[in-house]
Structures are given as C-alpha cells and as structure tokens.
C-alpha cells in the first residue's frame, strides 16, 4: 500500500503561483508512475501531468497546463511536486495526487493526459485533494 497526502491548495489571484505537493508513504518502491489529476464537482476527472518515477524526466501535460505547470519527483523526499504558474479561473477545483503499481496502467493514463480525454483509467493510489482557487 502507498498512502498520500497533498499540501499546499489555496487561493490566488489570476497570474499567480502556487506549488502543491504530495508526499508518499509506504510501499512507495511499488509505484511506476505517479501523477496530479484535477476534478470539480459535477465533471468528468481530468489528467493533468505525470510522470514515470524511475524516468522522471518524461513528463507527460495536458495540452490546458503545458508551458504553466511543472511536474517534479524529489526522489529522496518521495515527494511529488506541481508547480503551477499564470494560474487562470479555469484551474479552480479539487487536485488530486495519485500513484500507478503497473506500467500498463500508467500508460494508458499518460496517453488520455496527452490527448486530453478525461482521465478513464484511474491509478492504484489517490490522496484525499487539495484545493486550489484562482480568482479573477
């Protein structure tokens, strides 16, 4: 089992930062890849980076965040990172980390991020969300 749990949610003006971060726990050597999705209330889960924790330079983005967010994995730390600069409204909503136990998996999750599908093939691992607001 892997537990996680996301930090660093609030509210910000529109063009502002924010660096949310997920810290990973116990079986954490099972995880291929790992991940942030967003999801508000009434809509479809959506994907929006990942990474493969043993090739973290391959960073997979939602053609919605690409160019503002960055995704990071602080091995040592096993802790996930998002950076999110020139926040728009639109961001507003629940974020979610998340970690996938097999690489079939986290595949076909890293091609619905890229082709912006909605996230269809949930991973092995959530954490409970954090919020993020962004006001205009």
């Known amino acids: 089992q892997v537990q996680l749990v996301e930090s660093g949610g609030g509210s910000v003006q529109a063009g502002g930062s924010l660096r949310l971060a997920c810290a990973a726990s116990?079986?954490?050597?099972?995880?291929?890849?790992m991940g942030w999705y967003r999801q508000a209330p009434g809509k479809e889960r959506e994907g929006v980076a990942l990474?493969?924790?043993?090739?973290?330079?391959?960073?997979s983005y939602a053609d919605s965040v690409k160019g503002r967010f960055t995704i990071s994995l602080d091995s040592a730390k096993k802790t996930l990172t998002l950076q999110m600069n020139s926040l728009k409204p639109e961001d507003t909503t629940m974020y979610y980390c998340?970690?996938?136990?097999?690489?079939?998996?986290?595949?076909?999750?890293?091609?619905?991020?890229?082709?912006?599908?909605?996230?269809?093939?949930?991973?092995?691992?959530w954490g409970q969300g954090t919020q993020v607001t962004v006001s205009t």
């Open positions: 998340a970690a996938g136990r097999d690489r079939e998996r986290c595949s076909a999750s890293r091609r619905e991020i890229i082709a912006g599908i909605g996230s269809r093939t949930p991973l092995n691992y």
């Open positions: 990474l493969f924790t043993n090739y973290d330079d391959i960073q």
């Open positions: 116990g079986n954490t050597y099972d995880t291929d890849c």
